[in-house]
């Protein structure tokens, strides 16, 4: 694994994450990647992000909110874009 730093670092994680929630959508191998792993991730990331700003006396460290608020929002999304997806094929399948 390959560490970035910077802007490169965060970007390359993001599409790392969007890829993998995408590909959680696609339940035909089983669904390995659960929304709330998104979430658990974001909340400990924050805790983390918090306790070493107030640890250091700094501010620097609470630039990993960036980070942990991004993780909840894409673990809500995948919330809501699965049970959608659900409610669809429920419907899909009282229509027939």
Known sequence: MVALSGREGLATLARHIAATSRQSGNEGGGEKWKWWYFVLAGICIGGY???QA??????????????A????????WDFFYKRKKKQMAAKDA???
């Open 49 to 51: 992000s918090i306790w």
């Open 54 to 67: 107030y640890d250091q006396q700094r501010l620097k460290p609470l630039g990993s909110l960036f980070l």
């Open 69 to 76: 608020v991004l993780c909840v929002a894409i673990g809500i």
């Open 94 to 96: 009282n229509r027939t």
